[in-house]
């Protein structure tokens, strides 16, 4: 490759995939030195180029004439650089100044404290600010403005009046960028292979790659633009989803779970176990669960519902039914701390069963583990609970029949299939608390089925939530205290300050003290943070539930699955420093049993956006409309972070601005891999080859084709 790619061999002799392989530093324009410095964007090859696309475009025809300029609202104006003056010297006193001039006008660009500034401007460039203009003195004057330097010519050219504006990196100008791109996608974009076939192209109104590549950098018009990101988008969607439908394929025809129907005879002596009835929602979720488990094919559900909703019942159903036919089940929880509860939990229910449990954490000492280990690969352990140290420890089991993910949010789309290879092909069910919109759904978990519990268990007191103020403050804290008094419960939550654990735990530590000293003198109180052991954590929550402790002060840790019914009341501070989805978790806590549920949030000083998440906390207590309205205020960006779920970023799609995108390629993808199961057709050869290159390992495609 490394010799194909020198340019002593014409480019005739050179196939089009070589072409592209061409080191940046022999595009025109761009040489050794500036290849070092797209090196940093990431950009080696040709083909880098094309696949750079701009982060944004700046609308030529958007630009405001300085004569109608108007005071502080988002402007941008271009001009050329008249005088570049420097007032003081020095980092702490110098004020630069960039004289800008538009035929009779003029606008002065300011910057403070930024001395070097001066440096990037010389007399005559054209240039383009972008910022909130003020007339000072009777002149325009901008602070500190995004500045763009472009050639003279650029936008010259008719209908070239959008520009790409693409990363930077320190030494690389935009218009150098643009140039080089502009060279790029002259030669290159028409080598680029084109995946799909015409008719596709044509059926469903695509244009074709090397056009899509020249618009979505130089676009003629809005128009065009939009045709070229739609293509782009939809091939990324597409592409994700078809490795989904293969992934969901592959699950289907493997064939290789044990068939364990629900006869009547079993849910009678599973049920008997159980507290208290299920509800509607619960048996329906059961009913499928236990539909896919009688198939001899590997269920594949994910068990969605609110928090407090009762999804860990239904899980204790699936695994006793695994356990009824003589198989093993394991569940999965992202903490230690909750792997306890449920282990506590379980030994209550399973009280009068000879089901045996074990307990399988970070925490254990090596010969607990050992022992554990050997009965469960010996068979004399028929539900395991554990964290990550079953998925990545040694764990053999006799004969896996299920896995169940608590909070599957926690994990992601590889650590599942990581999981799948631990056993031979055991039963899958994951639960999750966090609501997810539709279109995110369909992204990250697109190769599931989904079981739904809408309503919680009757008898549900309402949650109120607060935010408060101020003098407020006191009132609550009398509240509070009045609440412990009647025999309730509460949580007082301390947010990470710092990103060290060590300063988080003296803050914590400090905020205990002040509490145990002042408002919370006459109670007990325990205290949980994640510096502690697994032993440590465990006794303190333990103490709580059991009521030896009536208000526990701590971190995070207890955002996800702590249940202790009794606990109604919840106090979180600094709550601006929390996600809204985390501030729903850690509510969730307080709405579990018999009595109503308070919540209160302090907030220190919340942005404009943190107050907004605050008060739509306080305004709904749905955690799917919640969910709607985070999507809406902080876009996907969060519940897509690519470590969390373990797939590639995506280019260019927005889950939110692009569903109805996400949709078509859904539908159209399952719509392929029904006619073509394999997608070893000729025509979708390339496809193919595209799928496994970007989702293979992630997705654990490996058997196909
Ligand atoms: P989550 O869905 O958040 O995991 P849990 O499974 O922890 O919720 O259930 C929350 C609480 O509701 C628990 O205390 C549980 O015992 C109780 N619960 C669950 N199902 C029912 C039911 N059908 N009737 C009464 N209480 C129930
Ligand atoms: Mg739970």
Redesign the pocket.
Known sequence: MSEASTPTRTNSQRSPAERLATPVTFVKGVGPQRAELLERLGLRTAADLLFNFPRDYQDLADLCPIANLEEDKLQSVRGTVEEVDIRGSGVGKSVIGVLVRQDRHYLRGIWFNMPYMADRFKRGQAVLFSGLPRLKGGRWEMSHPRVQWIDPEEGKEPGGELLPVYSLTEGIKQSHLRKILRQAVETYADLVEERFAETFLAAHHLQSIGVTLRQIHFPQSRADLQQARRRLIYQEMLVLQLGLALRRNLQNTRQLAPSMPATAQIDARITRL??????PD?RQSIGEIAADMARPMPMNRLLQ???????????VYAMLLAVAHGAQAAMMAPTEVLARQHLR?FTKLLENSRVRLALLSGGLSAKERQETLQKLAAGEIDLVIGTQAILYGDAQFKQLGLVVI?EQHKFGVRQRATLKQAGADPHYLV?T?TPIPRTVAMTLYGDLDVST?AA????RQPLKTYLVEGENRVKWWDFFRNQLRTGRQGYVIVPLVEESEHVETANLEATFEELANNELEAFRLGLVHGRMTAEEKDHALHDFAAGVTQVLVATSVVEV?I?V?NATLMTILGADRFGLAQLHQMR?RVS??KFPGYCCVFADDPSEEATKRLTALVETTDGFKLAEADFQLRGPGELLGTRQHGLPPFHLADLKRDAAIVSEARDDARKLVAEDPGLAKPEHVKLRKLVLSKYGSALDLGDVG
């Open positions: 159980f507290p208290f009835p299920l509800t619960q519902g609110d928090v407090g909703c009762g999804k860990t019942i239904v899980a939990t608590d639960m608390a519990i919680a268990p009757p008898g699955g249940d019914p969730g579990r049993g």
